[in-house]
T-cell receptor, first 113, second 116 residues
Framework: DQQVKQNSPSLSVQEGRISILNCDYTNSMFDYFLWYKKYPAEGPTFLISISSIKDKNEDGRFTVFLNKSAKHLSLHIVPSQPGDSAVYFCAASADSGNTPLVFGKGTRLSVIA | EAGVTQFPSHSVIEKGQTVTLRCDPISGHDNLYWYRRVMGKEIKFLLHFVKESKQDESGMPNNRFLAERTGGTYSTLKVQPAELEDSGVYFC??????????????FGPGTRLTVL
């Protein structure tokens, strides 16, 4: 049973617009959440994270929002750029990050120029 | 500084054969993780080393998989005998000890294993 779900396998957005990638989780023990970005033939690269004590974390064009009551998080990319085209994985961990990462299946983002 | 490296990048073997994957973590990183992604599915945790000790191997699928990290440096993951369902991309990641392991896990490029 999947504990981290990314229900949209793909997303297409025009350059300059906002990209919103969604992620849901089921395990209430998760208290640390991350987004990884992956280009073809490369390993995942850490993008941004958020602890369950926060509801928002921002880093440049990337913002992650956490809604604990809904067990939902989202990644916003504004403005979207063609170089953002990649697969984005949502991941979660319990015990303040000291347990193994649990990943979603990923969402393929295509930013169209 | 060199990143996490993995060898080989691709491996094609027949069912029943043995394959050994290698991971060289970033120098000085005591945490080493193995993950696997089966096509179209999520990246799944296999096991975690702290130095040469297995900290958590709860994700290892079965006893056909053997991971080692002799001397606490590079690690190998052996699959013997390989089955069709073992096909996928095997990622290795490393992180320094003493930090929040999750936000500093650096991933290698992966080894794509195909079992025919």
């Amino acid at each position: 049973d999947q504990q981290v779900k990314q229900n949209s396998p793909s997303l297409s957005v025009q350059e300059g617009r906002i990209s919103i990638l969604n992620c849901d989780y089921t395990n209430s023990m998760f208290d640390y959440f991350l987004w990884y970005k992956k280009y073809p033939a490369e390993g995942p690269t850490f993008l941004i994270s958020i602890s369950s004590i926060k509801d928002k974390n921002e880093d440049g064009r990337f913002t992650v929002f956490l809604n604990k009551s809904a067990k939902h998080l989202s990644l916003h990319i504004v403005p979207s750029q063609p170089g953002d085209s990649a697969v984005y994985f949502c991941a979660a961990s319990a015990d303040s990050g000291n347990t193994p990462l649990v990943f979603g299946k990923g969402t393929r983002l295509s930013v169209i120029a | 500084e060199a990143g996490v490296t993995q060898f080989p990048s691709h491996s094609v073997i027949e069912k029943g054969q043995t394959v050994t994957l290698r991971c060289d973590p970033i120098s000085g990183h005591d945490n080493l993780y193995w993950y696997r992604r089966v096509m179209g599915k999520e990246i799944k945790f296999l096991l975690h080393f702290v130095k040469e000790s297995k900290q958590d191997e709860s994700g290892m699928p079965n006893n056909r998989f053997l991971a080692e990290r002799t001397g606490g440096t590079y690690s190998t993951l052996k699959v013997q005998p390989a089955e069709l369902e073992d096909s996928g991309v095997y990622f290795c990641a490393s992180s320094p000890l003493g930090h929040l392991a999750t936000d500093t896990q650096y991933f290698g490029p992966g080894t794509r294993l195909t079992v025919l």
